[in-house]
């Protein structure tokens, strides 16, 4: 009987030192999972809130640059806000051409308060005259972006970007400039932004 017994209880003592590591085993499992999930909810966390440092400010008479804009709003996730002449141009070549000549800034509207919390900022406009349009001038000089990245972008029926950049240095010497894009064909765009990091990390 005593033989029985001994037998009897080391049967038991193995099957709850197995039950044991078994359990065991399952915690570990269940830790390494959520440890995982984590990782990813941090990693969605942080792409979140790079987004949310992106903005994208356009001027578009047309509708061109303001296609253009919605792309890369779409394509980074940023913010899209529209830069608007307070008053409507009434003939916009006449109109256009004389705030060229002189030097104007026309009095603007966008519904943006600040850029201090904004870290890289897409700046976009048509081409008039071989240049940018002067309310782009006027938003330069409405905000200060002193450590911003700005990124410029364009349409245009003839002319590049190239000799309309000069403004970015001249009212915005304080940030980093980078390279920009004449935005002609949309399938520009996704290589462009893969190129400067913004997509396809």
């Known amino acids: 009987?005593?033989?029985?017994?001994?037998?009897?209880?080391?049967?038991?003592?193995?099957?709850?030192?197995?039950?044991?590591?078994?359990c065991g085993n399952t915690s570990s499992s269940g830790n390494q999972s959520d440890g995982n999930q984590a990782d990813t909810a941090q990693s969605e966390t942080d792409s979140t809130a790079e987004n949310d440092k992106t903005l994208i400010a356009y001027f578009s008479h047309t509708g061109n640059t303001e296609e253009v804009a919605g792309l890369i709003a779409d394509y980074t996730g940023g913010t899209l806000v529209q830069i608007e002449r307070a008053e409507p141009y009434d003939d916009v070549n006449a109109q256009g051409e004389e705030e060229l000549?002189?030097?104007?800034?026309?009095?603007?509207t966008v519904n943006l308060d600040s850029?201090?919390?904004?870290?890289?900022?897409?700046?976009?406009?048509?081409?008039?005259?071989?240049?940018?349009?002067?309310?782009?001038?006027?938003?330069?000089?409405?905000?200060?972006?002193?450590?911003?990245?700005?990124?410029?972008?364009?349409?245009?029926a003839s002319d590049t970007i190239d000799n309309s950049l000069h403004i970015f240095q001249e009212l915005a010497p304080d940030a980093v400039i980078e390279e920009g894009l004449t935005a002609n064909d949309t399938a520009d765009i996704q290589p462009w932004l893969e190129s400067l990091g913004y997509i396809g990390q």
């Open 101 to 108: 000549n002189t030097n104007a800034r026309p009095e603007i």
């Open 115 to 156: 850029i201090e919390n904004y870290d890289h900022i897409f700046i976009g406009y048509p081409i008039w005259w071989d240049e940018a349009p002067m309310v782009i001038d006027t938003f330069l000089e409405s905000y200060d972006f002193s450590g911003k990245t700005i990124i410029p972008f364009c349409t245009s």
């Open 1 to 22: 009987m005593n033989v029985w017994k001994k037998i009897a209880g080391v049967f038991i003592t193995g099957v709850l030192v197995f039950s044991l590591s078994a």
